[in-house]
């Protein structure tokens, strides 16, 4: 069999090694399944043609005395390939309808490869070529596994935490079942399976930094309860940075105008070392955030962990109930596809909301509790719902529709007082929606904002784009403008992504982007069953609309404070309850990284 190799158009001797990035290098191997092909590596990919094209209608017969027929030609990028194996002496098959095959010394070339009926669904796919020399196999396997290590991106060690009760508590199963493609990708793991709930919390906050630092990413296999323990774990006590203003700071109205009171804000925003200490068992191990003493790092360290963060990666493989987290950052909700984009090491940013309790209930003191949230933060239904719930966990999944049913018929509102930051862009969108206008015109408007979505995708332009407030800062400073809303509502909410589920094929808000360093504001106010109803009926449908009804308010802003008055619901959080009379949220652009790319279009 031939061998070529070229660099810089000079062929090194057999025995001095050169460097695998700028050389380009072919063989001729047998594919099984296929046939004799020439495999061809340069720098950035793989790809293989059969001999018979190449031969160009020269008689194909190969160093093995066999006649071609295949013509495949393939190209495989090293972006999506995660391992090569030597697998020693076996047989080969040619082309299956020949029916032929051949002992030789083998390796095994492992990728990925998109659906071909889902494009946002990824498939592990693997070639096994052949040759006679094992030092040829050995060589090629070298050469691929070379490259591959200078990938940066592609995580070595990763720590893994596994909720087995997650959903229909198959979190054990879902990871058994993708955890052998981490081995093969020869990705260390440390691997632990719960058997509490809090115990991921409690370990990611006691983690040390140095410790940490020896990982390229924590994995949470399971539902968006689990991974926001284990965000809140790590961000509690290691991310710093200045409370949102307090519902107490913005009582001093200046102007009115149609939409709402514009608050003052020229106060001093709260730092987190002024506030007091909090007895909640979220912040045991984050009183940092509020003294400035890092308990996470001993004097011995010298290693500072905090985010943001861009070499530490989060990562979510679905065994949850709804999965919203990885259906909008990955476009399916599937395991192996979330496993596949972690081993690759592909990165998206996503923003991440601060959300304060000032009040527990109206009689409490003020004493602050930090939570971090991935997805959403909601009050009303949405708390009621999680509160029913957690009657019936025996049941499953099915809990949320026999909960939310009841819920619903109860049709129970809360009287409540929301500010928000105003942002400039959304002042200037203000259509005629906000008019008294005819149904005909609101519904023209409807449609004409509906042709005005972006939503977010891969390599999403919005979510790239550079703003004024990063993770890094607060998204708002004294001069800011502040609206008020009050009333009766069925619900608030506080989206950070679109939230889309199977239940609501385009979530929550259809446009809402992964890292654009906005909250969606959703106020349901006080309506009759039946508007409600259909407000709902659109959440479920494809391409509804169930922002476009008059008792619905829709805010894009980075920050709110919310106070309950009367009889008090619950907070949802990331699916988890949160009670609180008082309560302030901010965002942060691109908090966190997470081991994903964004659905496919």
């Not at 514009?262 to 009183?287: A, C, F, H, M, Y």
């Not at 939503?455 to 800011?480: E, M, Q, V």
């Not at 409600?532 to 709110?560: I, R, S, W």
Request: proline share 4%.
């Amino acid at each position: 069999m031939m061998e070529r190799r070229t660099q810089n158009e000079n062929n090194p001797p057999e025995n001095i090694p050169f460097n695998v990035e700028d050389s380009i290098f072919s063989s001729n191997l047998f594919l099984d399944g296929d046939g004799e092909v020439i495999l061809t590596q340069t720098s950035d990919r793989l790809s293989w043609k059969s001999v018979e094209s190449v031969l160009n209608g020269q008689d194909p017969s190969s160093c093995f005395g066999i006649e071609l027929v295949s013509k495949s030609e393939t190209t495989l990028c090293f972006s999506d390939v995660y391992s090569a194996e030597f697998i020693d002496w076996g047989l080969v098959h040619e082309a299956a309808f020949l029916g032929q095959s051949f002992e030789m010394y083998r390796f095994t070339i492992r990728g990925v490869q998109k659906s071909k009926t889902q494009p946002s669904v990824l498939v592990p796919s693997f070639y096994t070529f052949g040759h006679k020399d094992s030092q040829t196999c050995q060589m090629w396997v070298n050469r691929i596994n070379d490259l591959l290590n200078m990938n940066a991106e592609q995580p070595k060690n990763l720590l893994v935490f596994v909720n087995p009760k997650s959903g229909k508590g198959l979190g054990c199963k879902v990871w058994e079942t993708v955890a052998p493609t981490f081995s093969q990708a020869k990705v260390k793991m440390k691997v632990t399976v719960t058997e509490r709930a809090g115990q991921a919390i409690d370990m990611m906050s006691s983690i040390t930094s140095r410790e940490l630092s020896s990982y390229d990413g924590v994995v949470a296999v399971g539902g968006d309860g689990f991974f926001n323990e284990i965000l809140n774990g790590l961000l509690l006590s290691r991310h710093k940075c200045s409370y949102p203003p307090s519902p107490t700071e913005l009582n001093h109205p200046v102007e009115n105008n149609d939409d709402g009171h514009v608050l003052d804000t020229n106060v001093d925003i709260r730092d987190p070392s002024d506030s007091g200490e909090d007895e909640s068992p979220l912040l045991k191990k984050s009183t940092d955030l509020r003294t400035g003493d890092d308990s996470c790092q001993t004097e011995a360290e010298d290693v500072d962990f905090s985010f943001p963060n861009d070499k530490f990666r989060f990562g979510l493989i679905p065994a949850g109930s709804t999965d919203a987290i990885v259906i909008c950052t990955t476009g399916a909700r599937d395991a192996m596809t979330s496993a596949l984009q972690i081993i690759l090491g592909k990165a998206v940013c996503l923003d991440i909301a601060q959300v304060v309790r000032w009040k527990k209930t109206s009689t409490s003191k003020d004493e602050p509790c930090v939570r971090y949230a991935a997805s959403f933060a909601g009050y009303g239904f949405y708390g009621d719902v999680i509160t029913e719930s957690e009657k019936y966990r025996w049941m499953g999944p099915k809990r949320y529709d026999y909960a939310g049913t009841k819920v619903f018929l109860r049709h129970r509102s809360y009287e409540a007082e929301v500010a928000y930051l105003e942002v400039e862009s959304e002042k200037k969108n203000v259509g005629p929606e906000k008019e008294s206008t005819g149904s005909w015109t609101k519904g023209l408007w409807s449609l004409l904002k509906k042709s005005e979505r972006v939503a977010c995708r891969a390599n999403c332009n919005i979510c790239k784009t550079k703003a004024g407030h990063t993770s890094a800062k607060c998204p708002y400073s004294k001069d800011s403008r502040w609206l008020k809303s009050k009333g009766r509502f069925l619900s608030v909410g506080a989206a950070v992504i679109s939230c889309r589920n199977e239940k609501a094929p385009d979530g929550l808000v259809a446009d809402a982007h992964l890292s654009d360093g906005f909250l969606h504001l959703i106020l349901i106010k006080e309506c009759p069953h039946a508007c409600y109803l259909c407000h709902l009926l659109q959440l479920a449908k494809k391409d509804g609309n169930p922002l476009d009804f008059e008792f619905v308010e829709h805010h894009k802003t980075p920050a709110f404070t919310f106070t309950s008055f009367g009889k008090e619901s619950i907070w949802n959080v990331d699916g988890e309850l949160f009670q609180a009379h008082q309560l302030s949220a901010q965002v942060f652009r691109g908090l966190i990284n997470l081991f994903a790319s964004g659905p496919e279009a």
